[in-house]
């Protein structure tokens, strides 16, 4: 299977600055644009409130996707509030559908994916958190018949250290899921975030949901030409 830590997800994740969260909480801007690669690549910073998702809209033809970056309201990786948090993110992502995750658990001199269907995956899962790791990538595995398509996982929700005090908090989803995202998804984003301190979680997730999807329209999807 396609590492989940392919381009760009990882070099996003790896080249973030904790501390450029604080300079921008105060934006009013409802997003602003503040990185592209030139090509098909585009960084905003999205403001709902005091709530800053740091988005970034890929739009290749294979790999078109939408990454959504936050800090944490976590203080630590305790399975009980990972299970939960996780099982909330897929079952809004993806309604009715009860799918379970694969997980990438990745320690400074090692990294190992579980399959959380599986009993013994489980527990090896289980045993692996214990040893306190640096990051935590849930994914939904692709097909050999999908990777031909879309060669990445179709979601991935991951979760890691970024100081020894603080966690941040990552969704990234296929360009097309990212431009339908439900309101039920959006609320979750929001309770997560540490920023967050809305009191109309309702009205601040569709805002939410508005303008990822403006974003999207923006920067469309590249199409195949003939």
Known sequence: MPSPENNPFANFINGLDSNSFSRTSDQVEDFRLIDTNG???FTYDVN???????????????NGSVLMYF????????EAD????????????????QLTPHVRVVNET??????LASYWD?????SALKEQPDSLIYYLPVTASQAAIYPLPHFMYGISRVTENEIGEYIRMNHSKGDHLNVELTQELLKRNRGYLGKDLLTDAVDLRDKIHELCVIHPQEKLTI
């Open 82 to 97: 990972l299970h939960t948090g996780i099982s909330k993110m897929i079952d809004t992502a993806f309604p009715g559908q």
């Open 48 to 62: 709902v409130g005091l709530a800053n998702f740091r988005t970034v809209i890929d739009t290749d033809l294979r």
């Open 122 to 126: 489980g527990k090896r899962y289980e």
């Open 39 to 41: 090509n098909n690549e």
């Open 71 to 78: 800090l944490s309201g976590l203080k630590s990786f305790e």
């Open 110 to 115: 090692s990294r190992n994916d579980y399959d």
